[in-house]
């Protein structure tokens, strides 16, 4: 399987991570990675992780809660967010809702990181990921 599948427990500790290297090895600072979340909740689960196992590169990880699925993409901007949004949604061949954060021009720590993905869910696509308040071990 393509992408690497992390516990959510795990979440905060994998962005955190992923800023380490972005900052070790980008020293221009251009969207280094992004976080992407999937709501699957229309979809078979079955067939979820499978199906990403196939898109996703060896250096993606996977972080799974309940029907959402958040996907850590070094070196992806948001161009390269797009393109994954319309392979996963051939590949489901349904509109699967998305949204995405990169860093850091979405943030610069992990709390700010995943506040604005919570946001961008919450305003773009009526979901509300209060879990994300869990993996900073922060109360909503």
Known sequence: MAGVMFAFYDFTALVELNIGLADRLNENRSESFAVMLFDFSE????????????LLRTSDSLVHYDHHYFVVMPYTDRYGTGIVKKM????????????????P????????????????????????????????????
Do not use: M, Q, W
């Open 105 to 140: 021009a979405d943030g610069e720590t992990p709390l700010e990181l995943l506040e604005k993905l919570h946001a961008a869910a919450k305003n773009e696509l009526g979901i509300d990921l209060d879990c994300l308040y869990s993996a900073l071990n922060k109360e909503p």
């Open 88 to 103: 996963v949604n051939e590949r489901f061949a349904t509109a699967v809702p998305s949204a995405a954060v990169c860093y």
């Open 43 to 54: 979809v078979i689960p079955e067939s979820v992780e499978p199906t990403l196992g196939t």
